[in-house]
C-alpha cells in the first residue's frame, strides 16, 4: 500500500485576503478566550479547575526531510484505533483492523504495514530498523490479515504471515519471519533471523519448536481474529459518541436502575408511596 506524501506544513495559512482577515479574527477570540479562561480561574482561586486539551497522539505525522515532505499514518476502512495508542509515521493498516489501548506503532526509520482484520493488543509495541547488521538492508515491519499479536508483546522488524498468534508478552527480535498460520507462545523471545514454519508452535527464551498446532488450534486462531473485529467496531462506537449520546446512556441507565429497585419492591410485597419513590429514586 502506497503511503501519501505531503509537504510540511500540511494546513497552511490562506492567501488570499478574506482568508487572511477571518484567520486573524480567529487567532485574537481564540486569544481572548485563553486569557478570560486564565483571569477566570485565578479569580475562582483553589475552588478553579483550568481545563488542559492534551495534544492527540493517537495519529502523528513524521517528518522523513525537514525541507521536504512529511510521511502520514493511512488507514483503510473500518478501523479502530484507541485514544491513547500512538501511531507515527510510516504505518499503513488494513481493512477493519484494530489497534488497542496504549499500543505503539513507530514507523519512524522504516514502514510498518498490517493487513485486514489483524488486532494489535493493550500495550503492544510494534517498531522497524533501519537495517540488521547481517545483510546491512532496510528491516520494515509486515503483519498479515486475521493476525492476532496479544496485550504487550513486542514486534521489531519481522514479518508475520496471515493466520498467525503472536501471545502475551512474546518478543519477536530483527528478521523474524512467521509463516501463514504459525504461533509463537506467551512469553517467548524468537531470536533475530529465526523462522517460524507453517503450523509450528515456538516456546521458551529463546524459542524454540515446541510442536505442530492441532486442528483446534487452528481454528482457535481464525476465530480469535473474527472476534476481535467485531469487538474493535462496538469500541470505536461506544468511543466515537458525542456529549449528547453519553448523556442519553446515562439516563437509560438510570431508569434501568430505579426499575430494579421498583421490581425488587413488587417482589418482596412492598408498597411505596410516591413521595417515597421520588426520593429513592435521587438517590
Known amino acids: ?33 485563553k486569557a478570560l479562561d486564565s483571569v477566570g480561574s485565578s479569580i475562582q482561586g483553589p ?40 501511531i507515527l509515521g510510516n504505518v499503513s493498516i488494513g481493512k477493519g483492523s484494530s ?20 488486532n494489535i493488543q493493550d500495550n503492544v509495541v510494534i517498531h522497524v530498523a533501519r537495517h540488521v547488521p547481517s545483510t546491512a538492508a532496510p528491516r520494515a ?10 496485550h504487550g508483546a513486542l514486534v521489531h522488524a519481522a514479518t508475520i504471515g496471515d493466520g498467525c498468534l503472536v501471545g502475551m508478552g512474546a518478543t519477536l527480535l530483527d528478521g523474524v519471519t512467521l509463516e501463514p498460520g504459525s504461533v509463537v507462545a506467551a512469553g517467548a523471545v524468537v531470536p533475530p533471523g529465526a523462522v517460524i514454519k507453517t503450523g509450528q508452535i515456538w516456546a521458551g527464551a529463546p524459542a524454540k519448536l515446541l510442536r505442530t498446532v492441532s486442528a483446534e488450534e487452528a481454528s482457535f486462531l481464525v476465530q480469535s481474529a473474527d472476534n476481535y473485529a467485531k469487538l474493535a467496531q462496538a469500541h470505536k462506537t461506544e468511543n466515537g459518541k458525542v456529549f449528547e449520546e453519553l448523556v442519553l446512556d446515562a439516563t437509560i441507565a438510570g431508569e434501568r436502575a430505579w426499575r430494579e429497585k421498583t421490581d425488587s419492591d413488587v417482589h418482596q410485597g412492598i408498597y411505596r408511596d410516591p413521595q417515597t419513590q421520588v426520593l429513592l429514586s435521587m438517590r
Open 47 to 86: 475552588y478553579g479547575v483550568q481545563a488542559e486539551l492534551p495534544p492527540n497522539t493517537a495519529w502523528l505525522p513524521l517528518i522523513a526531510n525537514p525541507q521536504v515532505s512529511i510521511v502520514e499514518p493511512v488507514k483503510g476502512p473500518d478501523v479502530f484505533v484507541a485514544q491513547n495508542a500512538t
Open 99 to 118: 489497534i488497542w489501548y496504549g499500543a505503539t506503532l513507530r514507523g519512524d526509520v522504516n514502514a510498518i504495514t498490517i493487513g485486514e482484520r489483524t
Open 1 to 33: 500500500m502506497p503511503f501519501p506524501m505531503a509537504y510540511v506544513g500540511r494546513h497552511p495559512k490562506p492567501k488570499d485576503l478574506l482568508g487572511k482577515v477571518l484567520y486573524g479574527i480567529g487567532s485574537v477570540l481564540r486569544g481572548t478566550g
Open 141 to 150: 515491519t509486515v503483519i498479515g490479515s486475521n493476525v492476532t499479536v496479544a
